[in-house]
Structures are given as structure tokens and as C-alpha cells.
């Protein structure tokens, strides 16, 4: 059809498929009636063909490796912006204004502090807790502190809970990490910005005095920002999916802190420095063996860091993130093995056929470990700061998602290929 709709012929059925059309990228095909009318329905493993949602918060273009947020290049957003400007640039559709931008941040520290009570939560959990499951857990824990503001039609409630979740988080965090250290919790201070905050939460003890190194605050800041959304995702969508039958903020949120921690989605940051670091250990491990064991079907090894559902060309936030290591890495810690060691490994995989056919290239996990290490944080605390990051796209992604009316509870139909019908035995004659 001329209009960018679609006539499919299903059997006796010849159905008109109207247009869902795009600003910029693929556009869609209304596929709503397909089942009511021909008891059909579509199969997509991993919905790699499906929109999910019409947004207007994040465009990537796959092929270009292009990204922008709200229209604006995530280059530009790297270079000139803190993370809580490009937080609600996010939310709220523009840059903020000056005045906006100090309510903004003072809001951030008006709600910094958790709960004492909270503090037994974290007591509870196991020394080795892996923190990105404490961190999911605080935040459910969080919510019931809040239960007044669950309501995510009433919009004042949404932005104050968006307010906590975002203000919070780098407190949870720093407290997950102390609580594995058994070193005292640091509270939050109003006097330092949101990262130099952070940093100060995690690393400073009651004994003595710290200073936030502002090339870390600096580097950290980029990497929030590399970080903040990414369209539908794994976990951007599980927030969506939970937040479709009307659970709340705190709750949808937790449940997509679940999914980014597996090594696909946000754990591949850690799984790359410890493939890296188990290659610069094993003195019978070179570049090649790993890529020939990439490559080789029959080990479930994949390089970790390379290839994307979206990219089939260089990851934007990668390109930023390669050159930012050398960068970083100069400036606070001097030569690191691994960084070398991932340089060979891209270079061997950009030139093999096998990357080459199948567009693999570094997504932003491949450079960024490196990078969260050099600055001082411990391997286990990565996808945490991905997740610090990547919390403002959630949430906007959350909030438009009430806000659609052509939202519906999440409810994907399924080919059922099971058993037909067994005549049932009873357990003593099994
Ligand atoms: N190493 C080796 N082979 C790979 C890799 C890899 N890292 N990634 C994809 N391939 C191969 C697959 O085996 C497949 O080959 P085939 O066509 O011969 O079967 C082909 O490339 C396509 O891969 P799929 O798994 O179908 O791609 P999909 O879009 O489903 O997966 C994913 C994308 C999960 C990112 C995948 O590339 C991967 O596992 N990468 C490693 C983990 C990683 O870095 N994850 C972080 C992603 S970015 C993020 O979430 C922030």
C-alpha cells in the first residue's frame, strides 16, 4: 500500500494493514486486528521485529551508529552536559533552564537520605551479596516506604517517586558496596554535586578526609550519560512490561535492574574484564584462541562486549568510550594491561571474516569496565554504575508508557505445540 500499510492475504482472509509511521527509522504496520480476524497470530523470538511502543525519547540508527536522546546527539550530550541536565532532558522532553536545573539538582539532595530503617536491610544480606541484587531489592524496599505515591496516574506522585528513585540510588549503591567492604556507610552530603556525591558515599571513611578527584567525577559523569537510555531494551522493556499493569515506579524499576544485571544486557561489562583478565593470566591464552572460541559453535564462549540486536555498525557510546579510556587511563592510572589486551582482541575481531559477516562490532561494555576499574571501583560494582545510569531512561520510558492512551497491560500470545489431551492417571497408578 502507498500509505506504508500492508495487504496480507492469510488464507480466505485479505487483510489491510494500516501504517504506524516513524519520524526517522523503520516504520510499523498496525498488526491489532490480525488474530480477532484470522486467528493468526505473529512469532517473534526475542521480538527482534516488534515495536513495542511509539516513544519519542531515543532514536538509534543501527546501520549509521548514530544515537540521540530527544533529538539531540548523545556526542553533544557527552561533551557539554552533567548527568541530572541530560536525567531531564529525559523526563521531561527538554534541557532544563537554569532555574530548573537547580530545583532539579536540590530536589536530588532534598531526597538523598534513605530510611534508618533501611540500614538493617543491608545488614541482612550476606558479606558476598552481589550488589546489583541488593540494589533491585532496596529499591522494592524502598516503595514501601512510599506507598502513598504509587499511584502512577497521579502525575505529582510519579515525579516525586522519580525524584527519590533517582536521588537515592548512588546511596544504595555506595551502602551495597560498604556492606561488602564492612566498612562504615557514608552518608550523603548537600554540599557536593550528584557524582562528586557518589564518589564521596563510596569511597570515604569517617576517619579521615576525602577528596573527590574531579577527573573521576568527570569521567564517571560521561559514563552516566553513555549510559542513560538506549530505546527498548532488555531492561527498558521488562520496566515498560511490569509497569503496563499499573505496578509502581519503585516496583517496575527493580524488576529492570533484573534483567540489565544478566551477562548479555548490563553484566557484559563485568564478564568483559574478567574474560580480559583470564586472558592476560593464562600464559597459554592469546588473542586468537578466544576469537577462534568465539567463533566456534560448538562453545557457548562469546567475546563479551561485541555485537548488538541494534547496531550492525560501530556502538556510538563505544567510539566515545575507546578514545576515553586511553584518556582516562592516562591521566589516573597509567598502562593497563587489559586495555591493550582489548585493543587486540577488537582489531583481531574487526578483521575476521566471521565479525565481518555478522556486523559484530564493541558495544559500550566492551571499553566501559575498563574504564569503572581504572577509576577505582571493583569489578562486582559495574553493572551497578550502569544501572545508576541507566535510570532516568527507565523512568522516562516508564512515565510514557502511562502517559500512552494506546497503552495495554502487557500480554504477548504464545503457539502452543504441548500435549493435545491425556487421559489422566491417578499418582498411585504413576
Ligand atoms: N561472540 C560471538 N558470536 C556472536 C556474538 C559474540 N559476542 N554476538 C553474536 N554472535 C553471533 C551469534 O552466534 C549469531 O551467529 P549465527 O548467525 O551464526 O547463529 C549471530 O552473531 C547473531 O547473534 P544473535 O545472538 O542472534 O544476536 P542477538 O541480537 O540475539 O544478540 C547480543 C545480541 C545478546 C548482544 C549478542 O551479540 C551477545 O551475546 N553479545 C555478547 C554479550 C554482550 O556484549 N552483551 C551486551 C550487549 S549491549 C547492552 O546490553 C548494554
Known sequence: ???????????????????????????????????????????????????????????????????????????????????????????????????????????????????????????????????????????????????????????????????????????????????????????????????ANFLHMMFALPTEEYHVDPVIAKALNVLLILHADHGQNCSTATVRFVGSSQANLFASVAAGMNALWGPLHGGANQAVVEMLAEIANDPSASTESYIARAKDKNDPFRLMGFGHRVYNNYDPRARILKKFADDVLDRVEGDDPLLRIAEELEEAALSDEYFQERNLYPNVDFYSGIIFRALGFPMRMFTVLFAIGRLPGWIANWKEMTEDPATRIARPRQIYVGEESRRFIPLHQR
Request: hydrophobic letters at 40%; one cysteine or more; proline letters at 5%.
Open 1 to 195: 500500500m502507498d500509505d506504508g500499510g500492508a495487504t496480507l492475504n492469510l488464507g480466505d482472509h485479505t487483510l489491510d494493514l494500516s501504517a504506524v509511521p516513524a519520524r526517522m527509522g523503520n516504520h510499523g504496520v498496525d498488526i491489532g486486528s490480525l488474530r480477532a480476524q484470522t486467528r493468526t497470530v505473529t512469532y517473534d523470538p526475542g521480538f527482534a521485529n516488534t515495536a513495542s511502543a511509539q516513544s519519542t525519547i531515543t532514536y538509534i540508527d543501527g546501520t549509521a551508529g548514530k544515537l540521540t536522546h530527544r533529538g539531540y546527539a548523545i556526542e553533544d550530550l557527552a561533551n557539554s552536559c552533567g548527568f541530572l541536565e541530560v536525567a531531564f532532558l529525559l523526563l521531561f522532553g527538554h534541557l532544563p533552564n537554569k532555574a530548573e536545573l537547580e530545583e532539579w539538582q536540590a530536589s536530588m539532595n532534598r531526597h538523598s537520605l534513605l530510611n534508618e530503617e533501611l540500614k538493617r536491610f543491608f545488614d541482612a544480606f550476606p558479606k558476598q551479596a552481589h550488589p546489583m541484587a541488593i540494589l533491585s531489592s532496596a529499591t522494592n524496599a524502598i516503595s514501601t516506604f512510599y506507598e502513598e505515591y504509587h499511584n502512577p496516574k497521579d502525575e505529582a506522585s510519579v515525579i516525586e517517586s522519580a525524584q527519590r528513585l533517582i536521588a537515592k540510588m548512588p546511596t544504595v549503591a555506595a551502602w551495597a558496596y560498604k556492606k561488602s567492604t564492612g566498612f562504615p556507610y557514608i552518608y550523603p552530603r548537600n554540599d557536593l554535586r550528584y557524582v
